[in-house]
């Protein structure tokens, strides 16, 4: 139940000048991601500016990118919140038009304890039975660390098929997977540490270099799945400054830098995230003229 690939790319949104959601990019580039390495589009995530997004704009851009994709691509609807309610009925809803999964993130601010997790999350799982859910542990922006025990807890329930792991710590991933059975899905939430996931037995990563290398990361991953690891290792270390690039500041604001670079009309960010600053843009532009992606 829900085999989403290896290289799943958490989408960006993109806005017009006016502020409001580029349905018509949005498209465009979900089937050139679709084209381009990416199994499984990551809709409305944190990279998609989910904070600032309407509940209406987010099922658009599901029902948008479901076409755009079809028979190229999965898609995952990001319906986590921090209100169990919400989540469920934003869940509910994205399952009727046929998405393959949902993202849910650790709910943020109200920091529940490692119970009100359980049960949220069970919750959300319950409430969709048929379609497959994808933990999202952050805690770098939801003040809440989602453990390895109570992942092992929720990975008894049928339709819990993985997590998306950005807590950044290699202890954690690792426990996570001798907790868990085999079935169990870790992709790397963090792109310099996707090779490093791979080797404790993690499935692939929830992308953002995906928007500009996702040929790239497949080739990595599969040089690593079919024990070429030198292989693996130099594509890593060819794209870790690119990873590293991307995070200069908050995310999604470099790579939709970066995609402006390259000619993409994907608008700013909504507030009160901002532009990239002249340092930021510049290391960027460096990065991509060293890797011939501009």
């Not at 339709?159 to 954690?172: H, M």
């Not at 996931?197 to 790239?216: E, P, Y």
């Not at 991953?221 to 990873?243: E, N, R, W």
Request: aromatic share 6%.
């Amino acid at each position: 139940m829900g085999d989403f690939g290896k290289v799943l790319t958490a989408m960006i949104t993109p806005f017009k000048e006016d502020g409001s959601v580029n349905y018509d990019v949005a498209a465009e580039l979900a089937a050139h991601l679709a084209n381009n390495g990416t199994d499984t589009l990551v809709v409305c995530g944190t990279t998609g500016e989910s904070p600032t997004l309407t509940w209406d704009e987010e099922y658009q851009l599901f029902v948008q990118v479901l076409q755009a994709v079809a028979g190229k691509a999965k898609v995952i609807a990001g319906c986590g919140s921090n209100s169990t309610k919400e989540a469920i009925s934003a869940t509910q809803k994205a399952a009727k038009i046929g998405v393959h999964g949902t993202l849910q993130v650790v709910p943020y601010y109200n920091k529940p304890p490692q119970a009100g997790l359980y049960q949220h999350f069970q919750a959300v799982a319950q409430a969709c039975p048929d379609l497959p859910v994808l933990l999202y542990n952050i805690p770098g922006r939801t003040g809440q660390n989602l453990s390895a025990e109570t992942v092992a807890r929720l990975a008894e329930i049928n339709n819990i098929v993985g997590i998306k792991e950005a807590s950044g710590s290699l202890d954690q991933a690792s426990e996570i997977r001798r907790l868990t059975p085999p079935e169990f899905q870790i992709y790397a939430g963090d792109d310099s540490l996707t090779l490093p996931l791979l080797a404790i037995g993690a499935k692939g990563v929830v992308s953002v270099a995906s928007h500009l290398v996702g040929n790239q990361l497949q080739q990595m991953i599969q040089a690593f799945s079919a024990g070429k690891t030198q292989v693996a290792t130099q594509i890593h270390l060819q794209l870790f400054p690119l990873f590293k690039a991307l995070f200069l500041t908050t995310n999604p604001i470099p790579v939709k830098k970066a995609l402006k670079l390259q000619g993409w009309e994907v608008g700013s960010t909504r507030p009160p995230l901002c532009e990239a600053d002249p340092e930021v843009s510049h290391k960027l532009e460096v990065v991509l003229k060293e890797l011939s992606l501009m």
